[in-house]
């Protein structure tokens, strides 16, 4: 059991917060408990890693991140030691949350309900303030005589207890975590603190002021409004008379304008996106082809048509109506005219539906133009292509290339030569990025194509390294090592480095196994 004492924590050098209780959960202890709740979380089927919204998410949490380290908000040593990373969640509920060790829970439904960025980071931007401040440190050593695995149950059973009634109670564990549960909201003063802390962070990071006003104006009509259940975070962040006087006294700081933010054509093709997304359901999905044929959407503003043809487009490849999905978009192209942006995600979606619709050509001549449309204008030096690679064309181009298989123009040593420019194009990713699971798992799959077992193995293990999942890494390390020794003789020297690679590996993540079984 790890030690959760206050004494431990100081040890640990763990910042002094600023708020009046010192008594915090030392940073690794903290780090540990986040990633156990970051393994759970990434096998729940609701979990979901989107390129096209994790990569807008990002746009908006890397500032934050930067301007929280600049203002002195994150220490190097906590900005080194946490894993930073956000987990989209498919739930139509508003929601996001801050868990231990950096990790933090996005709900599809808040993307949906927000109306730009500057809205998205006033919420992400308080989250993170819960993080940077030790908020949750001091609330996880509240639970000091609990043994780590159980303060774990008792937060994703909090978790799951915001989606379901149901599935909360099976999943919280004993009396003792229920009695437990409401230690698990912030003090009024921690929301204030993050309120203030968050504010400053977000317009450090050059978001408008604005978005923190309209984003709590939004909060406090859904707040009067509904009382479905749509908005847990009101209830773990209630408008109390505080903040909102708090609100105000800063709003005199946000530039004068309409409270009301506009939506822009970008934002409402990703909110479009978040909502298909987080509902799949087929009525929900036919009912984004009813919006679309509603009489009243060509008196609307661009952006809200743009958002209702995104959306009918996804929904109809959703359902497999092709042809359905095809008019969608060609309504969609016309409204994105002359917006680059979002140009570029009404093309990502056109290739995305001529891939599931089996047309792998088809979407390949869609991603060059995206390729095409990133190189202009001038010359473009290999260098250049690798630095403004993009993450959602990088993930398609692996998938085209997959659905071609060989069938594609062929390389010199006889495979498909856009199989084997992918795979190049992967490895470049997944070392500058080791914990894109999905990437690894591509890659994976791209090199068994090649007929590379012994690389694909190791692919595969890391994937599962990225998603904290280390006996199933151990599994695919252990099969890599026997392949190596059946090929024991004839082995080549590439394949010679790669097996010491493989053990190299398997011997570090047998240790973080048994790290991670002994910590109870
Ligand atoms: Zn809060």
Redesign the pocket.
Known sequence: MADLSPARAQSTGAQIPTLGDTSTMGSSDERRLGDRIAREIYRDPDYLDDPVLAEYVQGVWQPLLAAARARGDLSPELAERFAWEVMLGRDRTVNAFALPGGYLGVHLGLIAVVSNRDELASVLG??LS?VTQRHISRLMSKQGQMAPWMIGAMVLGALAAGKSADAGNALIVGGQAVAAQNQLN?SRDM?RE?DRVGFGIMTEAGFKAQGFVSMFDKLQQASRLTDNGAYPYLR??PLTTERIADMQARQGLAAPGPVKAPLTLEHALVAARARVLSNVDVDALRAWQLDAASAGLSTQAAPRQAGVWYGAALAASQLRDFAQARIDLEHLRGLVTGDASATRLARLLQAEIALRAGDAAGAQTVLNTLLTAAAAPGAVTAQDQASTTRRPELLLAAQIALQAGPAGPTDPAGGSAAIAAVAVRLQTWVAAHPRDAQAWQLLSSVLGAQHQTLRALRADAEAQVARLDYAAALDRFKAAQAVSHQQHGGQAAADHIDASIIDTRQRQVQSLLKEQTLDR
């Open positions: 308080h989250e819960h912030f929301e993050a773990s962040h």
